[in-house]
């Protein structure tokens, strides 16, 4: 049965073509009973969501993929309604893995293909977790024949700066069409956004909820967004909570994001966010809290070849 009452949400073109929708349902969880991400997969397709975000990294592919086959055998949706983004590890850098991981990927997930298979991050690890230096643009190589095996429809990256975006369009065949990375209230990341936009190349904001996330109570501290009053007082005047102020944020800036929540109540709030508009003002108001802050600095990576920040 279709659920009449779920809002319809909004897609962002690709540059080729294809349309993802502007809010899609993040799936990391540190620690999570697996049945979990099933439930939230869902309960995140009851609620409207269309657009499913994991990676192999999460180590959910196979509950993700029961949550959606599950959703697609009640006939609530078909699979061409639906967009589905995984990613390839720093450890399948080389061409010839990038190709396997992802035929892994398909497996666990009990699906064909995927709509959107990103590079989790620009640099890479050998079996020992030490740097392999693959140059990116090898991975990219096993990027491009993942789409033309069929087995991704759309490839791109997560985690690249500017200079590495500029390097990949210079060499690559097929363009990525997205670059995922942290963008919230508290890291606006403007320029990048910017850059993206120039290159055709969709940003895609992860963590978009920043500092209100309660998963990463390590980062809570400087919590702007959870406790500043205009932010709260803002959100009000809307009938809205912080998360879904700061989720229309994004979205009114052209950034599809992607948060996640295991609880219903959030699941459903976190979508409903296409009543109402900021003013410009306001939109300038939410930009003030940038303090450049990263949730997700990715220090275990530092030291590595091509690490972006
Ligand atoms: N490419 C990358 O390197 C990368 C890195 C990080 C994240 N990601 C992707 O982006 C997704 C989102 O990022 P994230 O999980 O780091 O952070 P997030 O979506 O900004 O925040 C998630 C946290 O916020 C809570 N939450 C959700 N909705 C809420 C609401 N309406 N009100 C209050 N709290 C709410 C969730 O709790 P409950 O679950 O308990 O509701 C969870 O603890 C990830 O799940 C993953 O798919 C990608």
Not at 54 to 75: R, W
Request: with cysteine; hydrophobic share 40%.
């Amino acid at each position: 049965m279709r659920n009449i009452m779920a809002p319809k949400v909004p897609s962002v073109k690709l540059s080729n073509g294809r349309e993802m929708p502007i809010v899609g349902l993040g799936t990391y969880a540190r620690q999570a009973e697996p049945s979990q991400f099933r439930q939230a997969v869902e309960w995140g397709i009851e609620a409207g969501y269309r657009h499913i975000d994991t990676a192999s990294f999460y180590g959910n592919e196979v509950q993700v993929g029961e949550g959606i086959n599950n959703k697609i055998k009640e006939g609530l949706v078909t699979r061409d309604e639906l967009f589905v983004t995984t990613k390839v590890w720093n450890d399948c850098h080389a061409e010839a893995a990038v190709v396997e991981s992802l035929k892994e990927s398909l497996a666990r997930f009990k699906l064909d293909y995927v709509d959107l298979y990103l590079i989790h991050w620009p640099c890479s690890v050998n079996e020992k977790g030490e740097d392999a230096a693959i140059d990116y643009l090898e991975t990219w190589k096993g990027m491009e024949q993942t789409v033309n095996l069929g087995l991704a429809k759309s490839i791109g990256v997560a985690n690249f700066n500017e200079e590495q975006l500029d390097r990949l369009l210079k060499h690559c065949t097929i363009k990525p069409v997205a670059n995922q990375f942290e963008v919230n209230p508290t890291l606006t990341q403007h320029k990048l956004v910017d850059h993206c936009k120039k290159l055709s190349v969709v940003p895609v904001a992860y963590t978009p909820l920043g500092l209100i996330s309660e998963a990463r109570p390590e980062f809570i501290g400087i919590d702007v967004i959870k406790t500043d009053e205009k932010f709260g007082e803002l959100a009000k005047k809307y009938g809205k909570t912080r998360a879904q102020l700061a989720l229309r944020y994004l979205i009114q800036r052209g950034i599809p994001a992607i948060p996640k929540s295991f609880t219903k109540s959030r699941i459903e709030e976190n979508l409903n966010i296409f009543d109402f508009e900021l003013t410009e003002e306001e939109m300038k108001l939410v930009d003030s809290f940038n303090i450049d802050h990263r949730c997700v600095p990715a220090t275990a990576l530092k030291n590595l070849t091509y690490y972006p920040f």
